[in-house]
């Protein structure tokens, strides 16, 4: 371990940092909440201290040069675990007493929030929780550059070396229109049943939408050209007779509330997803968050408990 002092200050690294998701040192140092002369002033001495350019600089536009782009992805891993750090030295009194910010997908939170925010309050009533609800992607990375304490998602995607804890496994269901063919008959629908049916799905970015198709080309469906950006969507969609669908069980409880579904468990052991909570592997609160995975397992254990049971459309009786 090298005990002689730095020759730069993380200060110098979150400016240079700054800077290139800027690309301009003006903006930059209005976010640092300096002024632009000493901004250049400091990232000059890192340079030096580097002995490299990080930038390029002109009237019109700032570029990383070649050596900066390994050297400021570096600085960004060496920030996240300063804050890492620093949160570590917070938290040692109570983790669960502070503010965490913790993303979640789209296809599970209308479905998980109402539910578990006040089943949180009640299980840990000094831990404050701020909810930011976007796609996979966005959620995964925001958690590796420390934006993110944790995010609930489903773990069916490449998380690199991120820490996991599994929450529940959440099968797909068939829905269909209540007076479609596939309605009709009782018990788990096999996917040979599906065969040739016309399947709505999610729009592109949804990790949903990827998981739906590894079953969807299983049972040899044939996609719509209508893509939904969101599961009410579809269910509505669905309900109005343009096709059928694939939702997670989770999100049967509300869809099947505002939308007249008929919905029949799939028989195949394979058309699932895995519900997760994911953080870095060096985060101080690695314990906390498995904490309040513990909390989300018994919310989410409601409406993954039992089977939905086929609802189809109501004959109408004979007049004598």
């Known amino acids: 371990m090298r005990l002689a002092p730095h020759p730069f200050t993380t200060r110098q690294l979150q400016y240079a940092v700054a800077i290139a998701d800027a690309r301009s040192f003006r903006q930059a140092a209005a976010q640092c909440g300096v002024s632009q002369p000493s901004l250049s002033a400091q990232l000059a001495q890192l340079e030096d201290a580097l002995g490299v350019r990080l930038f390029e600089r002109d009237r019109r536009r700032v570029l990383v040069t070649q050596a900066g782009e390994d050297l400021i992805a570096r600085a960004?891993?060496?920030?996240?675990?300063?804050d890492d750090l620093l949160d570590a030295a917070r938290r040692l009194g109570d983790p669960l007493a502070a503010t965490l910010r913790l993303g979640v997908i789209p296809t599970i939170s209308p479905y998980l929030l109402p539910e578990l925010v006040p089943a949180l309050r009640r299980a840990q009533p000094r831990l404050v929780v701020r909810w930011i609800e976007d796609k996979t992607s966005l959620l995964v990375r925001a958690v590796r550059e420390g934006t993110l304490e944790g995010a609930v998602l489903a773990l069916e995607v490449d998380l690199g070396d991120l820490e996991r804890e599994e929450l529940a496994r959440d099968p797909f269901v068939l829905a269909v229109p209540r007076a479609h063919a596939l309605a009709k008959p009782a018990g788990p629908a096999e996917l040979a049943e599906l065969d040739g049916a016309s399947v709505l799905l999610l729009d592109d970015g949804h990790c949903l939408r990827d998981q739906a198709l590894a079953v969807c080309s299983l049972a040899g469906t044939q996609e719509l050209d209508f893509r939904a950006t969101s599961l009410s969507t579809l269910s509505q969609m669905v309900a109005a007779g343009v096709g059928i669908t694939l939702l997670p069980r989770l999100a049967v409880p509300m869809e099947s509330r505002h939308a007249a579904l008929a919905i029949r468990p799939l028989a195949d052991p394979r058309a699932y997803r895995t519900l997760g909570l994911v953080w870095r592997r060096t985060s101080p609160l690695g314990p906390a968050l498995k904490q309040i995975a513990q909390v989300i397992?018994?919310?989410?254990?409601?409406?993954?408990?039992?089977?939905?049971?086929?609802?189809?459309?109501?004959?109408?009786?004979?007049?004598?």
């Open 297 to 320: 397992r018994q919310v989410a254990g409601g409406p993954l408990a039992s089977p939905p049971v086929a609802r189809p459309a109501r004959r109408r009786a004979r007049r004598r």
């Open 76 to 82: 960004r891993r060496l920030l996240v675990e300063t």
